[in-house]
């Protein structure tokens, strides 16, 4: 289907993101202590006993900034941050604990970030389990992490899986070198091989690759090689995201605002990787988002009880949130038409 140069350009206009009614930049931190606790705990009352919890980790830290990134980060090599933040953490988990009118039981976790494999593998088992600690875990659960493919080692899947673990998403945004070199996100496919294989080996059940488009110098020349490497490690599931440009919020963004795609070649990239996409055999599951016709994704969509919360698409249908960590975001207000 092709798009109309006046609609995209009617169109072409920096938003807010999807993923909540209303929009975050609508929320207020206007709740008092008492009221917040009050919300909390009828929430698992409602909800939390039932159908369990889902609790997203927000870990900020990376090595080194991609300029392309919009997510709350904080770039460091210093070791010394790890140990304060996994304990900052473990205490914001232990104030819900005490609200909570009850065990808590875990119906999903997802380590994002930032760069969640910044720490060790022994830094994440002591994390995990810790959550772990006075609490269930429902028997449809999903934990899932983030990994950077340049520093995802066997090691760290391995410990994750010990602890549950079975969906990974690798953040890939594209293979051409020179878009790699422009948004500072070198990454040879080398290294994605090796952490998808090694994820394979250990059984994770769920791959997933982000890609971007609309990134500097992409072509459709550029994104056809891409896909054909995707299409090499055929991962479980796709995420199609459109680049956002917000300089003003992200000065690093400006270093490469001169060699951005135009509005309708961004918009020419998206339906061609749409239909590299379908070609290769992914269903789409939802906005953003592909899958490959047996992953659970697709058969949820299919049987009518797909979900969506903060964290994505899910077959899990809790209906708490609850966000660790800076910038983290949390369901439990949302849903009672409460804003955070």
Request: with cysteine; proline share 6%.
């Amino acid at each position: 289907m092709s798009i109309s140069a006046p609609l995209i350009q009617k169109y072409n206009t920096p938003a807010p993101r999807y993923t909540s009614y209303p929009t975050v930049p609508l929320w207020e931190n206007n709740l008092d202590n008492n009221t917040w606790k009050g919300i909390v705990r009828k929430a698992f009352q409602d909800f939390g006993k039932e159908e369990g919890i889902s609790i997203y980790i927000h870990l900020p830290f990376c090595e080194s900034l991609c300029t392309y990134c919009g997510c709350n980060k904080r770039i460091t090599k210093n070791n010394a941050v790890k140990d304060p933040y996994i304990q900052a953490l473990l205490a914001e988990w232990n104030k819900y604990k005490e609200v909570f009118d009850g065990k808590p039981k875990i119906a999903g976790i997802l380590l994002g970030g930032g760069t969640p494999t910044f720490f060790e593998p022994s830094y994440l088992q002591h994390l995990i389990s810790s959550i772990f600690e006075g609490a269930d875990i429902t028997s449809n659960a999903e934990f899932s992490f983030e990994g950077h493919p340049n520093n995802t080692s066997f090691e760290h899947l391995k410990t994750l899986s010990d602890l549950g673990f079975n969906r990974v998403s690798y953040g890939i945004q594209d293979f051409d070198l020179k878009v790699q070199t422009a948004i500072h996100r070198i990454q040879p496919f080398e290294k994605v091989k090796h952490a998808t294989d090694s994820a394979r080996i250990l059984g994770y059940t769920s791959i997933n690759f982000d890609l971007i488009y609309g990134l500097p110098h992409q072509t459709v020349q550029t994104m056809e090689d891409t896909f054909k490497k995707v299409q090499d490690l055929r991962p479980d599931r796709i995420a199609f995201y459109s680049y956002a440009h917000l300089p003003s919020a992200f000065p690093a963004q400006k270093s490469f605002e001169n060699f951005l795609p135009t509005a309708p070649e961004k918009s020419e990239l998206y339906e061609f990787g749409r239909h590299l996409l379908v070609k290769m055999g992914y269903e789409e599951v939802g906005m953003d988002h592909f899958a490959l016709p047996k992953d659970a994704l697709t058969v949820a969509k299919t049987e009518g009880v797909l979900h969506r919360n903060f964290m994505g698409y899910t077959t899990v249908p809790s209906k708490i949130l609850i966000g660790l960590g800076a910038s983290s975001i949390s369901d439990v207000y949302y849903a009672y038409g409460q804003n955070e």
